[in-house]
């Protein structure tokens, strides 16, 4: 089980890293979106892996970790404000520079 | 005190001309004479006291951790200069105010001056080497402004940059050698550093730092083989060329060698090194002197040579040489300024600097010729001028060492220099006012305002010559002394009998007239090439590197993207392996089948994304998928709090995403380029990485009890929720989600602002099907009324406000879509802004709630409510901050969304 | 304890709430909330230079469990810098009108001071992420401000960056909470000087994955490909402001440095500063041939900004009580000097007033005498006597090339003859002027300053 949650943060952190470098801003908006789910999930990985045990207080015991569930909670929500912000910009610089690359001309 | 006001003076003169600007050039000189003559006039209040051999110092504390004092510290040899600074300054200021034309912007051209004039004087009188670096690189500042000043002449910007660069780059040697100086004598005080002879010439660093003060001091008195600067440099006007460029700039690196003299002269380096180097310099500047067409040129170059000259003295180390090598300081700025001011004074008369165009000027001008022969004996060294007394002093001295290892190669090479002095003087004088020529326009001597300083000049010359121990002794023997570390009683004469010395200068002044009438037939020789051209070569050809470094550091995006992920890659796998790691010994999970199923489709749908790229709505539902399954691995692996969020704002993004699509082509072709080897090995080398971290991670148990063990236990009492995510979010690390709201309410504005810049995007407006609109309405109550339930029961169950937000977020944008967006544009602006405000001051109102019982930010209660009817609840107070939560969700998430769709469409 | 330790971070969020509801008092709001700001500021600092630094439990739960602030000296000086800073540079937006050209302005503004100062303050490593994050945020909108298609697409790569180091930064944090299951500041160095063996090579990655993200936002070779673009497109005003971003990176890196990883703990020794100085030393020479080789004033100005950096990171790597001393004083003489030429090269004429004005920034910029540059460069070299013979060097030739770069700007723009331009609207030279001052009052106060700051520098090291 931790053998499939690492390769799926290997496999989404590759495809991203690799969307990133191209060169539009459409691929740019994806790739970094994978990097943000890999790195979620990255960080939801440190409370190490309990399945069947949410954090609710009388559930079951040992319960899984809290504190990393709160923690990607709120770097989901940061980054969705990133996201748009960067897709805003995209559009932005699409319609005043008409072009959607990432980089000038 | 006083010396504070002296050091002080020079500065207030600065601002002079910025005060007096009404009154003209004449106002604005006198306000600066004044200055520099109060100045003056104090220093010699201090005089007697020095001259009868005591040091006035001052000081007071600046920077102690750094070991710089504001120290002030007057002797023989500081007197000296400074006198020469400040007496020549009057007399550069009378020659400054005639010498400059109605166009010149005479009040910056005084306020460089008297810049300068304070900062050579701080380097004269500072007790203290650290301050007298201040000083040091002020004196390059105040002469890269003077010499451009003319900046409309390339010529005068050209040499601008070229002596900044050298004296620049000298400075920072200087910096070093000096900062090097003080550590080994344990201080940067003067006075101990004077005193520690032995220390620092036995310090192992002695030679390195002794190179660096001697680069230092040999590029600012342009010895060789950095003398190219200085002839650069006359393309400042005359008054600057007299004052800077002859008596006092020039003269620091040599100041800083008779400064320095006790501690760092007397060994076998010191006295190659610097006799060699002055040697060199009296040679090369002479000979080059005598080839020269342009007066200023020739004088510049022959001031290199006599710097040479008492930079060699200097190096010899004996004390007759120290005396010699003061007094010919006092005599060389006499003659030079006066020579430079006379040059100046032809220049103007004749619209000619040059010698094949100048000749018989004596006739018509007199006086200056009165006053330039005067100078010329001077510097030719012919008796009974003072320049003639100090130059026999050398040739006595050079008579008398042992050099390279013979007594007479010294003598030789010393009376050879003296012989090309007297050359390029008798040329100068010739040349100029000599010999016949016809003149159209006759130039006359100018008035007394352009010929009053350099005859008082030269006048100086001659007394001191006729009496020299009268007008000079004493302060000869006190600057001697400081030069020195002893008393030093000097004994200057006219006569001393026919000695070595008396026939050697006499074959010098003979063979001085072989030279010039060499001289033309010389002429014929090759040109030496001139060193500031391949200097300025160089600047250029560093420029240019630079230039092309600097382009290869490109905007690009991918770059810098790659690099973070090299960087991330190579240094964090350096940092793994070079540490300890033991594989955990917690049991890992087996996984099941349902999840490996999921696992392989998450994976197919993320690796087909590259290949799809083209069809952008294609990927982008691939990319909902993805997010879907990553909610589903978040339920799957207990917490579904994650899931609820992950999915939500799934829902957002694709949204968001969707949006932008409507705008964006839809179909793109350049994103299915083959892909750049270097970009598949940063993806692969990324996704690796990241796999073996999360495996190291996930295998290896944690070393400490997880802070959240906290939390657990006081989620219900402590906090009054049994949903352990939900307490921790608004309540134990609430001050997070404060943080965290803000950002998406900096979002939504950053997004509202971008869009009312942008241009409305071409395209059909999108049709809304009438039975999208009435099923939205239909459900929007009830998508309220689930917002309402997330909300109550976030505390104790999956839920909370986020949730809660994005779910009203989304109804409200369902409708917006429904309706027609621009017909809701302005209201919805003004009311999610509000929305925004409202929720950013509901949470900071419940944080600021308990400060006023003195309890911190965001401090929360909970207690039970009853409410008749129904079974009691609990509530908390962070279940208001829960509110503030979701307000502001909303509002920013309604913005942003609203902002984009705007884009799309006509404006109605 | 006092409740004043959070107004540097609410004050700001107030009046940025404020602002949004009542739009047309925005700039009256925004001047309030700024002397504010500064007022507290300095009451902070007045209050923490004689007594021991103090912690606030925010939700009154105890430490480590909650989130902490934590007041200390540094923390104190970094909030009056920025709060000083903030003063000049709204005064000149206000003169220049800039704020009238897109929304939000002011908004933007107050919560880009309220992430500085959470960021400042903050005890806790993920909330330094949270504010990171605010403070970053607010710069884009700030960066962009104005529009552009160049200025929107240098902000979008900006974006773009930072997105990425904030992943990172998320990465590191994981690591160091699987490892030590903490995220408290205080008590990581506790639990990371106590690690067992096994752990180490998790947290020296961590380590250095959390210092990357710092060298990111400020500007270390090689991810310093970012600042120049964004610095020569984002309106000069923002540019200036941006002075204090980059020191965020060398604050959170002296904080991470002193406190969690020193270079006497054994999980990760001396790792990070061998791998900070020799980046240092390559950043200052890059960033000096580039304010050498770069064409036009805003990229010479920008690379001149990397030089600082390299030159600030250089003594920080040092990890000793008089280095980091002279790196603090550097760090105020660097913003100050950026800000003022950014500010002053906003449509700069060639007139009296100016001419003096960059003549005096950028011989302070360029670290020359007699200004505060000069006497920061000496400390550094001073401090840096164990490793003279790498560092000097490297110093005096960044130096050389800084002086030949300006030298040369001066010589463009003030002596090649160029037609007036536009005379109307020329910079203000107010701001700069203050911030000039400012310098001047560094140089002259240069004894108390340094007392100041050595005690602070002592202090940070645990030394007495």
């Known amino acids: ?105 | 005190m006083l010396l504070a006001l002296i050091a002080a003076l020079p500065f207030a003169g600065a601002m002079m001309p910025a005060l007096l600007r009404g009154a003209g050039r004449s106002g604005m000189t006198l306000g600066c004479a004044a200055a520099t003559g109060l100045a003056f006039v104090l220093l010699m209040t201090q005089a007697p006291a020095v001259l009868a051999g005591a040091v006035v110092e001052a000081r007071w504390v600046w920077l102690p951790a750094l070991g710089l004092e504001a120290h002030f510290r007057l002797d023989g040899l500081a007197l000296l200069f400074a006198g020469l600074i400040l007496g020549m300054g009057l007399l550069v200021l009378l020659y400054a105010r005639f010498y400059l034309s109605e166009r010149d912007n005479a009040a910056s051209f005084l306020g460089y001056l008297m810049l300068f004039q304070g900062a050579m004087l701080g380097i004269v009188i500072s007790g203290n080497i650290l301050m007298m670096l201040v000083f040091w690189e002020m004196t390059s500042l105040a002469s890269f402004l003077l010499i451009g000043f003319w900046h409309h002449k390339p010529e005068a910007r050209r040499g601008a940059m070229i002596s900044l660069a050298l004296t620049g780059a000298g400075g920072l040697a200087l910096i070093a050698g000096l900062l090097m100086l003080g550590q080994i004598a344990g201080s940067s005080d003067l006075s101990v550093i004077l005193a520690q002879r032995d220390v620092v010439q036995d310090s192992p660093l002695y030679l390195p730092m002794l190179l660096l003060i001697l680069l230092g001091a040999f590029t600012k008195s342009a010895q060789v083989p950095f003398q190219f600067w200085l002839p650069q440099a006359m393309a400042a006007p005359t008054p600057v060329s007299a004052y800077l460029h002859s008596a006092t700039m020039v003269k620091a690196g040599i100041f800083l060698l008779a400064r320095l003299w006790p501690v760092l002269s007397g060994t076998p380096e010191w006295v190659a090194l610097v006799t060699g180097f002055g040697l060199a310099t009296m040679l090369l500047g002479a000979w080059l002197a005598l080839f020269k067409d342009d007066l200023k040129a020739l004088l510049a170059y022959s001031t290199v040579s006599q710097l040479g000259l008492i930079t060699l003295l200097l190096g010899l180390g004996t004390t007759a040489a120290a005396v010699a090598a003061v007094f010919h300081i006092v005599n060389h700025a006499l003659f030079k300024a006066a020579l430079f001011m006379t040059a100046g004074i032809v220049d103007h008369a004749a619209h000619d600097r040059s010698i094949a165009g100048l000749g018989g000027l004596a006739r018509l001008m007199p006086i200056s010729f009165g006053v330039a022969t005067l100078a010329v004996l001077s510097m030719a060294g012919v008796p009974p001028l003072a320049g003639f007394l100090s130059k026999e002093m050398l040739v006595e001295e050079a008579a008398r060492t042992t050099f390279a290892g013979s007594g007479w190669v010294l003598a030789a090479l010393v009376t050879l220099a003296a012989a090309l002095s007297v050359g390029y003087s008798l040329r100068f004088l010739v040349a100029v006012f000599l010999g016949p020529k016809l003149w159209a326009a006759p130039p006359r001597d100018p008035g007394a305002g352009l010929l009053l300083a350099p005859a008082l000049l030269a006048l100086a010359g001659l007394a001191i010559g006729v009496a020299p121990m009268l007008l000079a002794g004493d302060l000869v023997s006190v600057a001697a002394s400081a030069v020195t570390g002893d008393p030093v009683q000097a004994k200057i004469a006219l006569w001393h009998g026919p000695n070595t010395a008396l026939w050697l200068s006499v074959a010098a002044i003979g063979g001085g007239f072989v030279w010039l009438g060499l001289e033309p037939r010389l002429q014929r020789l090759p040109a030496a090439p001139d060193a500031a051209n391949g200097f300025a070569r160089g600047l250029r050809f560093l420029t240019d590197i630079a230039g092309r470094v600097t382009s290869a550091q490109s905007d690009r995006l991918a770059p810098m993207l790659g690099l973070l992920v090299l960087a991330a890659a190579g240094l964090g796998l350096l940092a793994f392996l070079t540490g300890q790691h033991l594989p955990g010994s917690t049991a890992l999970v087996l996984p099941e089948l349902a999840p490996t199923v999921v696992w392989t489709g998450l994976i197919a749908a993320v690796i087909a994304v590259p290949f799809v790229l083209h069809n952008r709505v294609l990927s982008v539902a691939l990319m909902g998928l993805a997010g879907l399954v990553v909610a589903l691995g978040f339920a799957y692996m207990a917490a579904p709090d994650l899931a609820l969020t992950q999915i939500s704002v799934e829902v957002v993004t694709i949204l968001l995403l969707l949006l932008a699509l409507g705008i964006l082509p839809t179909i793109s072709v350049r994103d299915v380029a083959r892909p750049r080897l270097p970009q598949l090995c940063l993806a692969i080398v990324a996704g690796l990485g990241m796999t073996a971290l999360a495996y190291a991670m996930l295998a290896r148990g944690a070393a400490f009890e997880p802070i959240s063990a906290f939390h657990i236990a006081q989620s219900v009492p402590g906090a009054g929720g049994t949903n352990a995510v939900n307490t921790i979010i608004v309540d134990f690390r609430s001050y997070d989600t404060y943080g965290e709201i803000i950002v998406l309410g900096i979002a939504a504005l950053v997004i509202a602002a971008l869009s009312e810049g942008l241009p409305r995007a071409p395209g059909p407006r999108v049709a809304h099907p009438i039975i999208f609109t009435s099923v939205s309405q239909l459900l929007f109550p009830f998508v309220l009324l689930v917002a309402v339930h997330m909300f109550l029961r976030g505390h104790n169950l999956p839920g909370g406000g986020f949730v809660a937000g994005l779910v009203v977020a989304i109804a409200l944008l369902m409708q917006v879509m429904a309706s027609g967006q621009d017909w809701t544009a302005r209201r919805m602006r003004l009311n999610t802004t509000m929305l925004i405000s409202a929720g950013v001051l509901t949470a900071t109102g419940m944080g600021l709630w308990p400060m006023l019982t003195g309890r911190p930010f965001l401090s929360s209660n909970h207690g039970y409510v009853t409410l008749p009817g129904l079974a009691p609840f609990e509530l908390a107070t962070a279940m208001v901050f829960d509110l503030g939560v979701m307000l502001c969700v909303t509002g920013a998430v309604l913005l942003a969304l609203s902002s984009i769709t705007r884009l799309r469409g006509e404006a109605h | ?464």
């Open chain 1, 1 to 105: 089980m931790e053998m499939l949650l690492a390769s799926a943060i290997g496999v989404l952190t590759s495809v991203g890293v690799y969307l990133a470098l191209m060169r539009t801003s459409f691929a740019l908006i994806l790739g970094l979106s994978l990097i943000s789910y890999a790195v979620n999930l990255f960080l939801f990985a440190a409370g190490r892996l309990a399945p069947g045990f949410p954090p609710i207080i009388g559930g079951l015991t040992p319960m899984t970790d809290p504190l990393p569930q709160a923690l990607v909670l709120t770097a989901i929500v940061i980054s969705f404000g990133m996201t748009a912000v960067l897709v805003m910009l995209a559009l932005g610089s699409y319609l005043l520079g008409g072009h959607d690359g990432v980089d000038e001309g």
């Open chain 3, 1 to 464: 304890m006092s409740h004043l330790i959070i107004a540097p971070v609410l004050l700001p969020a107030i009046i940025a709430a404020l602002i949004l509801l009542l739009p047309r008092l925005q700039r009256l709001l925004s001047v309030i909330g700024t002397a504010g700001l500064a007022a507290v500021s300095v009451q902070l600092l007045v209050t923490t230079s004689h007594r021991a630094p103090e912690t606030y439990l925010l939700g009154n739960w105890p430490a480590p469990f909650g989130i902490v602030l934590q007041l200390d000296r540094l923390a104190a000086l970094m909030l009056v810098l920025t709060a000083g800073l903030a003063c000049a540079v709204l005064w000149h937006v206000v003169a220049t009108r800039l704020d009238n050209r897109t929304r939000h302005f002011h908004a933007l503004f107050q919560f880009q001071l309220m992430g500085l100062s959470g960021a400042y303050l903050t005890g806790d490593l993920f909330n330094l992420f949270v504010f990171f994050e605010v403070l970053l945020i607010a710069s884009y909108g700030l960066m962009v401000h104005g529009g552009g298609a160049a200025r929107l697409q240098a902000g979008l790569r900006y974006v773009a960056v930072n997105l990425a180091g904030s992943s990172l930064f998320l990465v590191a944090l994981a690591l160091i909470y699987a490892v030590t299951g903490t995220l408290n500041m205080a008590d990581l160095a506790v639990k990371v000087a106590d690690l067992p063996p096994g752990d180490q090579a998790l947290i020296r990655t961590a380590a250095v994955l959390l210092m990357l993200v710092f060298a990111l936002k400020g500007a270390l070779v090689p991810l310093h490909l970012w600042l120049p673009g964004t610095y020569a497109q984002a309106p000069a005003a923002v540019a200036a402001l941006f002075a204090v971003l980059t020191k965020v990176g060398a604050y959170a890196v002296l904080r991470t440095t002193t406190l969690i990883f020193p270079t006497d703990t054994p999980a990760t020794g001396t790792l990070l500063m061998d791998i900070l100085l020799p980046a240092a030393l390559i950043t200052l020479l890059l960033g000096a041939l580039g304010a050498l080789g770069a064409a036009g004033l805003p990229r010479v100005l920008a690379f001149a900004a990397i030089a600082s950096m390299g030159t600030l990171f250089t003594a920080i790597a040092q990890a000793t009580p008089q280095a980091t001393s002279a790196a603090l004083y550097y760090l105020i003489h660097s913003t100050l000097s950026g800000a003022a030429l950014f500010l002053l090269s906003d449509r700069l004429q060639p007139r009296t007033g100016s001419a003096i004005l960059f003549f005096a920034t950028a011989l302070a910029v360029a670290g020359l005498p007699p200004l505060s540059g000069f006497l920061g460069k000496l400390m550094i070299l001073q401090a840096s006597t164990a490793q003279a013979g790498l560092i000097w060097p490297v110093i005096l030739i960044g130096s050389f090339l800084m002086l030949l770069a300006f030298a040369r700007q001066g010589s463009n723009l003030f002596w090649t003859p160029v037609p007036d331009t536009d005379p109307e609207h020329a910079t203000p030279l107010g701001p700069p002027a203050l911030l000039l001052a400012a310098m001047v009052a560094l140089t002259v106060g240069a004894g108390p300053v340094t007392d100041w700051l050595s005690v602070t520098a002592r202090s940070l090291h645990g030394a007495p």
